[in-house]
């Protein structure tokens, strides 16, 4: 099955700077990947999504690149603000497929003021 | 964006007892939705698939048994988790999938069993 890394594990920042969270995938045949962003006691939200016929894709300050000869993506968010504060997941599946996604372990961002 | 719902938000149970978990899709219809466990400071470990009247698909070490799921409805799933006992305490997330990717996560249920 698919298998998901996520580094780092945790991120300080300092607010306005930038930061960026990598994962990489094992399947080859996984073309859908989302980034969730997670706070504490709440469900995870969507922030954004890729798919695997494009390399890049941006939403204002955030931005996600995929390199599938690589299998690995990133998000890129710009100029922290302290409310970006909060744990984001990776996560990949193949699309069109009846499985649920495989998640990252997560990375704790934290935005100092 | 679409709009999922738990209830409860969080419950306290004996252990023993059976605890049933709602989840609704708010504002479509989801073909599909799926069950995650999350312990503290962990990621979300998928426990089962379910589509609209058929039977659930359990991931691999999931007890079918202890965890009954039912997808009645296009809208509404249901997780109850029988005989709960404390190891069962932990954060359950649901998630509901359109036609398209697009996989929308509820808020979460908080579940102590004492």
């Known amino acids: 099955g698919e298998n998901v890394e996520q580094h780092p594990s945790t991120l300080s920042v300092q607010e306005g700077d930038s930061a960026v969270i990598k994962c990489t995938y094992s399947d080859s045949a996984s073309n859908y990947f989302p980034w969730y962003k997670q706070e504490l006691g709440k469900g995870p939200q969507l922030i954004i999504d890729?798919?695997?016929?494009?390399g890049e894709k941006k939403d204002q300050r955030i931005a996600v690149t995929l390199n599938k000869t690589a299998k690995h993506f990133s998000l890129h968010i710009t100029e922290t603000q302290p409310e970006d504060s909060a744990v984001y997941f990776c996560a990949a599946r193949i699309r069109g497929g009846a499985d649920g996604l495989t998640f990252g372990k997560g990375t704790h961002l934290i935005i100092q003021p | 964006g679409a709009v999922v719902s738990q209830h409860p938000s969080r419950v306290i149970c004996k252990s023993g007892t059976s605890v049933k978990i709602e989840c609704r899709s708010l504002d479509f219809q989801a073909t599909t939705m799926f069950w995650y466990r999350q312990f503290p400071k962990k990621s979300l470990m998928l426990m089962a698939t379910s589509n609209e009247g058929s039977k659930a698909t359990y991931e691999q070490g999931v007890e079918k048994d202890k965890f009954l799921i039912n997808h009645a409805s296009l809208t509404l799933s249901t997780l109850t988790v029988t005989s709960a006992h404390p190891e069962d305490s932990s954060f359950y997330i649901c998630?509901?999938?359109?036609?398209?990717?697009?996989?929308?996560f509820g808020p979460g249920t908080r579940l102590l069993v004492l």
């Open positions: 998630s509901a999938r359109a036609r398209g990717e697009t996989q929308y």
């Open positions: 890729i798919r695997s016929n494009v």
